[in-house]
């Protein structure tokens, strides 16, 4: 009787360890599991963000999304590693170099993507509401090529 209950407890247990491992294998969202929330600095807090896969301020591979205001722009910055960006909806202009100059950028419409190296100058636009999906690893950060226009160093 003992080894029957003990044979009984053992497979539920592997069940419960089987159920745990395979929710964290795979993880599935649809645009209403996503939970948005104000970002915050080195992002200004006019943009909402979801973090969808790990915790960008710590190392190991994450993925977010940015939802981002009409008539936003981001300053000439870097990322210290490589960063992916993909565009879900809405259209995001990009442009490379240290000056933000609308003429030395390009659209990416919906389904767009750009893929910048660690440290490559780069800044940014939308004229609409956008949405962008970054991955990469961690830890992610915005380097601002002049400190001034990091929202952290604003008061
Ligand atoms: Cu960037």
């Known amino acids: 009787m003992r080894t029957k209950n003990l044979l009984i407890s053992s497979f539920i247990l ?13 993880v599935t969202y649809t645009p209403n599991d996503i939970t948005w929330k104000d ?14 896969e790990g915790d960008p301020s710590k190392e190991g591979e994450f993925t977010l999304r940015l939802k981002v205001p009409a008539n936003w722009k981001i ?3 870097w990322h210290p590693a ?15 170099g240290e000056k933000f100059d609308e003429m030395m950028g390009s659209a990416l ?5 750009a893929i910048m190296q660690p440290k490559t100058p780069h800044f940014a636009w939308v004229k609409e509401e956008t949405i962008i999906q970054l991955h990469g690893i961690g830890p992610w950060k915005i380097i601002y090529v002049n400190p001034e226009d990091d929202p952290a160093n604003k008061k």
């Open 82 to 96: 490589i960063e992916h960006v993909t565009v879900i909806s809405g259209s995001f202009y990009i442009g490379h």
């Open 39 to 52: 970002a915050a600095p080195p992002l200004p807090p006019t943009i909402k963000i979801a973090v969808l």
């Open 109 to 113: 419409p919906a389904g767009g993507m």
């Open 75 to 77: 300053a000439p910055h």
């Open 14 to 26: 592997t069940l419960f360890i089987f159920c745990v491992n395979s929710f964290s294998q795979m």
